[in-house]
């Protein structure tokens, strides 16, 4: 995602380019950025990486980029994680591997605003939205390889993309 969403960097190719690399199992993480020079360049909104990281630290930083722990966003909140039935706790990022459920929490969502879940790029969930709220919902790792969260505008620019949560059977004994 470089810069505004609409704009002549080929941003809706590129995630749909993404899209189709998860799908051929390549394991990959999407970052934004920009070309901003001064503060009126912020007025047009343009993507930026949010990482959540364990602490404000440069090792820190490192790891949390590798293991995926980004959203991509224009402003609003997204989260997207997992939570098993022992209390296990996944992050975009990590693989899952029981029954969970998953969770979409977003907020600072504009007026009209769209949430789309995706399964392997397909549809899983569309609403439109409050400016904040969750959405949750069982899956099992068979039902798919890996999983994203989109918010949309309602005149069709991404506000924000989750990295995906990896979908993977447990290893047989």
Request: hydrophobic residues 45%.
């Amino acid at each position: 995602w470089n810069g505004p969403w609409p704009c002549s960097s080929n941003n809706a190719a590129n995630l749909a380019l993404w899209y189709d690399w998860l799908n051929q199992g390549v394991r990959i993480f999407a970052t934004a950025g920009s070309d901003i020079h001064a503060p009126s360049d912020y007025e047009h909104r343009p993507g930026f990486t949010r990482v959540y990281a364990e602490a404000l630290s440069e090792p820190a930083l490192i790891r949390a980029i590798r293991a995926g722990r980004m959203v991509l966003s224009s402003g609003p909140t997204l989260v997207l994680e997992a939570e098993g039935p022992d209390g296990q706790h996944w992050m975009v990022g990590d693989t899952v591997t029981v029954l969970a459920t998953y969770r979409v929490a977003w907020a600072e969502a504009p007026a009209e605003a769209r949430l789309r879940v995706l399964v392997d790029g397909g549809p899983l969930h569309q609403a439109e939205i409050a400016s904040e709220g969750t959405y949750a919902w069982p899956m099992d790792p068979v039902d798919g390889n890996w999983v994203v969260a989109e918010l949309w505008s309602w005149d069709g620019d991404l506000l924000a993309v989750t990295n995906p949560l990896f979908l993977d059977e447990p290893p047989r004994q």
